[in-house]
């Protein structure tokens, strides 16, 4: 009866052997989990903060095209409307030095 006691109580022991092995085992796996995750994660907001990057970049230049192209066919619409002789253009051209010069 003593032989069957100790061969009960050896292999509770295993098995606790075994079960807190099997959790460190799993403590493991789950913090390596934890850490790809996490570094996933990271590149993945990393490569979202270069796509937007591009994405405002890219507006930026197409908005200067779009101001510049305006500016241009604001030029051409002001110069097929007004039109100016010399005499005209002179006082204009003083009246412009006279305000940029600060005198009147």
């Known amino acids: 009866m003593r032989e069957v006691i100790q061969e ?4 509770e022991a295993e098995a ?4 807190a092995a099997a959790r460190g ?6 913090a390596s989990a934890q850490r790809a995750a ?3 994660r990271e590149r993945a907001r990393d490569e979202a903060g270069r796509e937007a990057a591009r994405i405002v970049a890219a507006a ?6 779009e101001k510049e192209a305006q500016v241009a066919a604001a030029a051409r619409q002001i ?3 007004v039109q100016l ?7 204009l051209v003083d009246a412009v030095v006279r305000c ?3 005198a009147r």
């Not at 085992?25 to 789950?30: K, L, N, W």
């Not at 930026?60 to 095209?65: D, M, V």
């Open 100 to 102: 940029v010069a600060g």
């Open 16 to 19: 606790r052997g075994l079960l």
């Open 8 to 11: 009960v109580v050896g292999a």
């Open 79 to 81: 110069e097929a409307e």
């Open 60 to 65: 930026l230049e197409a908005a200067a095209r």
């Open 25 to 30: 085992e799993a403590e493991r796996i789950r």
């Open 38 to 40: 996490g570094q996933a």
């Open 85 to 91: 002789d010399g005499a005209a253009r002179r006082r």
